[in-house]
């Protein structure tokens, strides 16, 4: 079962979650004050190791901030991790929001449809699980690759590969994880060496004439 | 035992008769009523005061009625308070009697000592009756006591008393020998309490002139004159006039069916030109109808007939009060004062009004507006006097202030309408008078009458605004006004355009232009072409602020209709949950339930309700009391209640937000104004809003409200420690007001709030004469100072 953490001021609305979601979800309302930062907020949340972050909007009354703001701390600190923004004031939240495919309405749990609030659940859990994926399957995708470049060296494209998965990961698990120690020391430095040592050449020419 | 009788002393007597004539004037026009009652179709009244001695001065009022007999004078005259009037309630002549009470020998007393009575009728000789008041002064003495003397004449009779007396009158003689006085009653009344001057003998001609119903009162006369100066006064004319827009008339049928049947005349416009140059009006799908039809326009008027309970808000009126109203007619006179509606000269255009003279349409509505009632074809008072509104009319065209060329609720004014009600005793005799005379009590059946009449003026309203709108929508159409409006934005745009392209020029040249003069555009087009262009914003900007007030409006309008089921609503939502809780915690202690989840917990999960239901309340309070009929009436407001119940209103939300207000002020009579508290809630309710939009994000959130009285003003001081005043308003913070101004902006700079909070505000205050809003420099934060005048005494 999947772990959703929950960021609201609001007591009733937290409960109002957890009723709806405790049956296919594990729950995890982080606590808040207000003197809570962004980060404070989302560190508890990966801490307690949640799949999906689901963020009020409105709670300027009672933080320093809003939802977007987190969303965008968050954002910074990975792109890739599964959020929702959950709000009663929709239109509002669009206003500050960019990615628009993130904020939903609070009204998905106000029983006028079922059916709708089901889709809402698939939905949450196909977003963690794109997510697992995505990061399986770039751990397999730069395992092999790490192989064949370690036995044999890798083409341009190849090389390509290797580099964006290894972005993806450091971004999903924090920078310098994943690239290999080794991937930039040789062919790298070997390159480097080369476009200073044609610079030289042309500044020098140019200094000739 | 011993059965006394209960006695008056003639004092007494004569006090309480004399209570019921406010004036002189009353008392003469009860005589008058005295000779209608007797059948007369003349009634003279002399005012003579050629000799020089103030005790000789006399008013005679003569009538050519029946007269009355010696057995009538001993039986009904004699008898102070007779009710044969009430039992005997016709004439002989089938007149309706008009006078009630049998108090109409006081009148004699309220206009002088002696009196004396000449009356001559077909079987009894004259007879002359005599009293002197000052004898029911005497003290102690009862009424039966007192003695007029009557004895017959043998010589005399009423004829030829008259020409003795005014035989140096040609014009009193003329009138009683073409209107035959061989019958009749003549009263003289000497050593007068009054002093009858031209001032006081022009204002009772002019107020017999309105007793007298306009055209439906033909066979009854009154004569006023003065012996000294006999050409001055002369016959009093009824208010009758043929140069009116409209006439209605209306009879209503209170048995059975409960009928109007309505004869509408139209009088405004000029059927000619109509004929000429406005046939396509009968174009439009509701002109092809009648009575709006092309036919029943040209033939001026029409009737209509149609049961009352299918007038508007009478489906729902007691059918026992409409027969109560007892059958009634309405007749009255629309006169538009203007020669147009509007004040503009197109409207000439746009109506063919038939001409009329400006200035004695108005002397005619001066002395003959308003609604009057007549009963039994006399005056009853104070109705439609002195621009009396008693059917509001006023009142009900300010709330609905439309423009007769726009299709809905269209309102004549109150000085646009002259009418006549005429009730009588016998059909209306519900309607009471006041013990005062000063009016008709003001019972159920009395304002359904009123509503009906009412609904009948609403009938003419809808006609004339049928046809004067459609009359404007054709002039649309023709006149083009549309297309107008875009060439005058076009050439406007052009104008600028020019001008600045020359301007552009002569900056980049360094010098003035060389384009000839005559090519340039004017200064005067330069200016229109400007202002044309401002207008035109403005005018977008009004029409999306009425747009936006009238959604506004709509949602008050929303919970208007709900109000019922939300006050119940309110009442119960609160107690519902302590109810339930009481009644689990017989089955399951609190204690068993320690270990379970928080978010689990039922007992939990139910003081969220509680808490969620008690913010409901707080909503519903706050939209309710704004509904309730006393916040919208003008009344004393002591800003120390007011703002203790604006605290608590808010309670909910101030938590909730974390904010506190503090209230600085005393409960002092002295800090009370006048004001609609509606308006009050507008301007705080605007305020404190902003604040909280203000305090968001901030710690230790306070708003303060501070007030006290210096001098003839209430100083009231809004404070919040909120994020202040926007750098942009801080040159000119008085810019805050303006409509549509607002700091709150989404995170790509677009405008998210509405700027009309501000700007209602400000409004509000500037409906309160003297009051004033400004800016106050704060350190940190925001303050707002208003200032009230109070009250005057």
Redesign the interface.
């Known amino acids: 079962m999947y772990r959703l953490g929950l960021i609201d001021d609001e007591?009733?609305q937290?409960?109002a979650f957890?009723?709806t979601f405790?049956d296919d979800f594990e729950?995890y309302?982080i606590p808040l004050n207000?003197d809570s930062t962004e980060d404070d907020l989302i560190r508890d949340g990966i801490d307690n190791h949640i799949d999906l972050l689901v963020v009020d909007y409105q709670m300027?009354?009672?933080?320093?901030?809003n939802g977007?703001s987190i969303a965008r701390r968050l954002d910074e600190l990975n792109p890739y991790f599964p959020k929702i923004l959950l709000t009663s004031h929709e239109n509002?939240a669009l206003?500050?929001i960019d990615d628009a495919n993130i904020v939903n309405s609070k009204d998905i749990w106000s029983g006028d449809s079922p059916s709708d609030l089901d889709i809402f659940k698939k939905k949450l859990i196909r977003i963690i699980n794109s997510y697992n994926s995505a990061i399986d399957e770039a751990e397999e995708a730069l395992e092999e690759l790490e192989k064949k470049r370690i036995a044999t060296g890798l083409d341009p494209d190849e090389e390509q590969r290797y580099v964006d998965k290894n972005t993806f990961l450091n971004k999903v698990f924090g920078q310098g994880k994943y690239l290999s120690g080794t991937f930039y020391s040789v062919e790298t430095n070997r390159k480097l060496d080369s476009l200073i040592e044609k610079t030289e050449q042309l500044l020098n020419k140019f200094d000739e004439k | 035992m011993a059965k006394i009788p209960f006695t008056v002393s003639a004092r007494t007597a004569k006090l309480i008769g004399q209570e019921n004539f406010a004036n002189a004037e009353g008392a003469v026009i009860e005589l008058v009523k005295n000779a209608y009652d007797a059948d007369a179709d003349t009634a003279i009244i002399i005012f003579d005061s050629t000799d020089e001695s103030a005790d000789k001065h006399a008013i005679y009022i003569i009538d050519n009625g029946h007269g009355m007999t010696r057995s009538v004078v001993r039986e009904k005259w004699m008898r102070i308070g007779t009710d044969d009037k009430l039992q005997n309630f016709t004439s002989a002549g089938g007149r309706i009697k008009t006078g009630a009470k049998g108090i109409g020998r006081f009148a004699l007393d309220r206009l002088g000592e002696r009196a004396r009575m000449l009356s001559t009728t077909d079987t009894d000789k004259s007879l002359y009756w005599a009293v002197n008041w000052k004898d029911f002064e005497a003290i102690g003495v009862p009424i039966n006591a007192i003695n007029a003397r009557l004895y017959s004449l043998k010589d005399i009779d009423l004829e030829r008393y008259i020409e003795s007396h005014f035989s140096k009158s040609p014009l009193i003689l003329d009138l009683v020998k073409n209107a035959k006085f061989s019958t009749g009653t003549l009263f003289k009344i000497t050593n007068l309490k009054d002093l009858w001057d031209e001032n006081t003998l022009t204002s009772l001609f002019d107020n017999l002139e309105v007793l007298i119903p306009p055209a439906e009162q033909p066979d009854f006369d009154i004569f006023l004159f003065n012996v000294g100066s006999l050409a001055d006064y002369g016959k009093v004319n009824s208010a009758f006039y043929d140069d009116y827009d409209y006439r209605v008339s209306a009879a209503y049928s209170a048995n059975d069916d409960q009928t109007l049947q309505v004869t509408v005349t139209r009088n405004e416009l000029d059927l000619e030109a109509l004929e000429n140059s406005y046939k396509e009006l009968f174009e439009f799908d509701l002109m092809k109808k009648f009575p709006f039809d092309m036919e029943t326009m040209y033939k001026k008027d029409f009737n209509v007939s149609l049961k009352v309970t299918n007038l508007k808000g009478f489906s729902s009126v007691n059918a026992d009060l409409l027969k109560k109203i007892g059958d009634f007619d309405f007749t009255f006179y629309f006169l538009k004062n203007r020669p147009t509606d509007d004040r503009s000269e197109s409207d000439l255009k746009k109506y063919p009004y038939r001409k009329f003279v400006t200035a004695s349409r108005m002397a005619w509505l001066e002395k003959f507006g308003g609604v009057k009632i007549f009963r039994d074809g006399f005056r009853v008072r104070p109705y439609g006097e002195n621009g009396d509104d008693w059917l509001k009319l006023g009142e009900r065209q300010a709330r609905n202030p439309q423009a007769v060329s726009r299709l809905g609720t269209y309102r004549i004014r109150p000085n646009q309408i002259a009418g006549t009600v005429n009730i009588s005793r016998i059909n209306n005799r519900y309607f009471n008078d006041k013990s005062g005379r000063e009016g008709i009590q003001e019972n159920d059946i009395f304002l359904a009458f009123k509503n009906l009449l009412i609904e009948i003026i609403n009938l003419f309203e809808r006609d004339r605004n049928v046809i004067m709108f459609h009359l404007s929508e054709l002039a649309r159409i023709r006149f083009d006004d549309e297309n107008e409006r875009e060439l005058a934005k076009a050439e406007a745009e052009r104008i600028l355009r020019e001008d600045s392209e020359i301007s552009q020029k002569d900056a980049v040249n360094r010098k003035p232009s060389t384009v000839p003069k005559s090519r340039k555009n004017s200064d005067t087009e330069v200016l229109l072409a400007s202002a044309t262009q401002k207008y035109e914003q403005e005018l977008e900007e009004k029409e999306s602020e009425i747009q936006l007030l009238r959604s506004l409006a709509s949602i008050g309008l929303i919970v208007s209709s709900a109000a019922h089921e939300l006050t119940s609503l309110r009442q119960r939502i609160v107690p519902r949950t302590d109810f339930l809780l009481r009644e689990l915690k017989k089955y399951i202690p609190v204690s068993s339930l320690a270990d379970v989840n928080r978010e689990d917990n039922p007992f939990y999960m139910i003081e969220l309700m509680k808490e969620e239901d008690l913010k409901l309340k707080h909503w519903l309070d706050y939209s309710l009391n704004s509904l309730k009929k006393d916040r919208r009436k003008r009344a004393n407001v002591n800003f120390g209640n007011y703002f203790e119940n604006f605290k608590n209103t808010w309670k909910r939300s101030l938590i909730q937000r974390n904010v506190t207000l503090s209230l600085r002020g005393t409960k002092d009579a002295r800090n009370t104004i006048q004001a609609f508290e509606v308006d009050l809630d507008a301007i705080f309710n605007n305020l404190l809003t902003n604040s909280f939009e203000a305090l968001k994000r901030g710690k230790d959130k306070q708003v303060t409200i501070a007030w006290n009285r210096v001098n003839e003003f209430i100083y009231i001081e809004f404070i919040d420690n909120g994020r202040g005043l926007a750098p942009e308003y801080t040159s000119d913070p008085s810019e805050i007001f303006n409509p549509h101004e607002t700091s709150k902006r989404d995170s790509r700079g677009n405008i998210i709030g509405t700027g009309l909070g501000l700007y209602i505000v400000k409004s509000i205050i500037t409906d309160y004469k003297d009051a004033s809003i400004e800016v106050v420099k704060a350190d940190a934060g925001f303050r707002l100072r208003l200032a009230f005048p109070v009250r005057k005494k």
Do not use: G, V
């Open positions: 007591q009733s937290q409960n957890h009723q405790k729950i309302i207000q300027d009354h009672f933080l320093r901030f977007d509002d206003d500050f």
